[in-house]
C-alpha cells in the first residue's frame, strides 16, 4: 500500500513540538482492526512506526493491535474511529475490541 506522507515519530520533520492532540488505543488481548481519520495531519509515537502501524495518508491511519497499546499524535479534530475484532465484528458490538482514548492540547 502506497503512502502519501512519510511516517513520523512523534517530532515534525521541521524540528517544532509534535502534533498537540492524542489517541491511544489499547489492545485487550484479541487481535484487532483500527481506522482513524482526523481532520488535520496524524502520524504515529512510536520507535518502530512502520512495523507498528500503517500510515495510509496525512489524514488517516490504520493498523492491527493485539495487546498493548499504539499511540498517534494529529492535530485538528477527530474524524473517525472504526474498530473490529479478529472476527470482523465491529464496536461496540464485541467486547474484544480496543478501546480508545483521545485527548486534545496534550
Not at 489517541?23 to 483500527?34: E, N
Not at 472476527?87 to 485527548?103: F, Q
Amino acid at each position: 500500500m502506497a503512502r502519501d506522507n512519510p511516517v513520523r515519530t512523534g517530532v515534525q520533520s521541521n524540528g517544532e513540538e509534535p502534533l498537540p492532540n492524542l489517541v491511544t488505543i489499547v489492545g485487550r488481548g484479541v487481535p484487532s482492526a483500527f481506522e482513524v481519520t482526523v481532520d488535520g495531519e496524524i502520524e504515529a509515537v512510536s520507535d518502530d512506526p512502520v512495523a507498528d502501524t500503517t500510515i495510509v495518508s496525512g489524514s488517516a491511519v490504520e493498523g492491527s493491535i493485539e495487546v498493548g497499546v499504539t499511540r498517534l499524535r494529529f492535530s485538528g479534530e477527530l474524524a473517525n474511529v472504526h474498530l473490529v475484532d479478529w472476527s470482523g465484528t465491529p464496536a461496540p458490538e464485541s467486547a474484544s475490541t480496543p478501546s480508545v482514548h483521545v485527548e486534545y492540547n496534550v
